[in-house]
């Protein structure tokens, strides 16, 4: 889709009627916008909220302008017009107010840095810790935890939540490789669920836009300019608010981060001594360009960047994928069958995991399906043109994954669980550039092989040795959360290969 020369702003229904909701180019009437807009609470009910938003609604390739109170979005749901967004006019656009919302659970990473300069300098010095070469050496303990995982579960003797054994599986893989300790020590206090769910309210209910808009006055006031764009102040901010809305949520963040913090202070006066862990390598950074290291500080808000985003959306990455292994027996016998083929009874390492193609396809088509994130905020700062809609600098969009990865238009049988869409031989450019799992331009998750070799190594050694499957007929949807994980216990029972039952 080309953008229009003219950029017009005329919008269906017209600005003179009241509508909730208005599209560029796809002729909806007033009455039809508010049919649609009163059926969102149904769909909340529901939990189809966002598959609601978007696919069911019309016009997936334009622009659609959504009114709540006190703000107004521009939704996007098109690969082509993210892709402009995210990469051909990236720099047209910062993050949202809402990543410093993020940044009050997870520290100012780079997942949450809104200011380019910090984030490229940052980058530089994690670029390196995650190279193909460098995390290839993670592996064993990978497939060391997954193993201790298939232990408890032929243990259990009984069906077990496979969400909260997922959680702690990646749990004890951010122990092993991250902190070079072990998953029953300080990091057992890491319990990131409600925060989670603390940080959802807070972009629900919009309250980080009156927050920025305070700390920008603050720092305005307060800040000499050269050091207004990397101020903390707008995160201390937000804190505060969190504070006064959810206390007890923010005593566990406390927790979480001084446990982080002892971790650090042990491997700097060397009661921690192994350094072969991602805690070390920060520890070792130095950027090459300005000669500058992490302070403890920045570690501790990498790390904490790292295990939110990391942990929490590969664990439920996992659960989803049993699930859905479950309900489609023939992509599970499959499965097994290149598992068996490709590993032939030993142990999988790093070099296996470009020969497990389909075992990655599976985690992919998950990840399709059920993406990490639910939407990425983007604010305008330069004039622009989207599907012939003029953006003006200030404007709020949300890019909705589920509209790009749910888009009919590239995605045949768009709703249905099909990892053949992501076989090497199957992938087309509109696919590649319709996968946003792990974002697109130049904020694409830097972590990301990191995250692929956990997955599919957790996979392949659980799979290769029990089978799990479901012992609830309860409805299973995905939370209204930030990561969307089940909304209620995923009960399954595993069993060893050998005893499987037949696939149905």
């Not at 809104?114 to 064993?140: C, E, G, M, W």
């Not at 696919?431 to 990301?448: D, N, P, T, V």
């Not at 799979?463 to 949807?477: G, K, M, S, Y």
Request: proline share 7%; hydrophobic share 45%.
């Amino acid at each position: 889709m080309t953008a229009s020369a003219t950029g017009s702003t005329e919008l269906h229904p017209p600005r003179w009627q009241p509508a909730p909701m208005r599209w560029h180019n796809t002729p909806v009437t007033w009455r039809e916008s508010w049919r649609l807009a009163l059926g969102l609470p149904k769909r909340v009910r529901e939990r189809t909220i966002m598959q609601y938003l978007a696919a069911d609604l019309p016009g997936q390739d334009d622009v659609l302008v959504a009114r709540l109170p006190m703000a107004k979005f521009v939704i996007v749901r098109s690969p082509e017009l993210v892709r402009q967004i995210l990469v051909t006019e990236h720099q047209k656009y910062v993050r949202g107010a809402e990543f410093d919302m993020l940044a009050v659970v997870f520290g100012q990473g780079l997942v949450t840095q809104r200011d380019d300069r910090l984030y490229h300098r940052n980058k530089r010095l994690v670029q390196p810790i995650f190279a193909r070469s460098a995390i290839d050496q993670f592996d064993v303990p990978m497939v060391e935890a997954a193993q201790e995982t298939v232990r408890r579960l032929r243990a259990a003797g009984e069906p077990v939540d496979v969400g909260v054994e997922m959680t702690r599986l990646m749990l004890d893989i951010v122990a092993r490789t991250m902190f070079g300790t072990d998953v029953d020590g300080p990091i057992s206090k890491f319990k990131l669920e409600r925060l989670l769910k603390l940080f959802g309210v807070g972009v629900a209910t919009n309250v980080s836009r009156p927050l920025r808009a305070l700390s920008t006055w603050l720092v305005r006031r307060t800040e000499k300019p050269e050091r207004r764009a990397g101020s903390r102040l707008p995160v201390h901010v937000m804190r505060v608010g969190s504070w006064m809305m959810a206390p007890h949520i923010m005593y566990e963040l406390r927790g979480i981060e001084k446990a982080v913090a002892g971790i650090i202070s042990d491997h700097r006066e060397g009661r921690i001594t192994r350094k072969d862990n991602l805690l070390g390598l920060l520890m070792a950074a130095t950027d090459p360009e300005t000669g500058h290291s992490y302070t403890d500080l920045e570690i501790r808000d990498e790390l904490m960047t790292f295990i939110g985003a990391g942990m929490e959306t590969s664990a439920t990455a996992l659960t989803w994928v049993w699930k859905l292994l479950d309900e489609h027996p023939e992509v599970r016998a499959r499965l097994y069958e290149e598992l068996d083929t490709v590993l032939s009874g030993r142990t999988p390492t790093a070099a296996d995991v470009d020969k497990l193609v389909w075992t990655k396809a599976i985690f992919l088509e998950t990840m399709r399906l059920h993406p990490p994130i639910m939407a990425l905020s983007k604010v305008a700062v330069a004039e622009d043109v989207l599907a012939g809609y003029r953006i003006k600098p200030g404007t709020t969009l949300m890019i909705s994954m589920h509209g790009v990865h749910g888009n009919p238009r590239v995605w045949d049988r768009a709703r249905e669980f099909d990892p053949t869409r992501y076989l090497p031989e199957n992938m087309t450019r509109p696919h590649r550039e319709a996968s946003l799992a792990f974002g697109a331009g130049k904020r694409i998750c830097i972590a990301q092989n990191f995250a692929t070799m956990e997955v599919v190594l957790s996979i392949a050694t659980i799979a290769q040795q029990v089978d799990l499957r479901l012992a609830t007929n309860e409805p299973i949807r995905p939370q209204l959360s930030f990561i969307g994980a089940p909304d209620k216990p995923l009960l399954m029972r595993a069993v060893p290969r050998d005893q499987a039952p037949v696939d149905r």
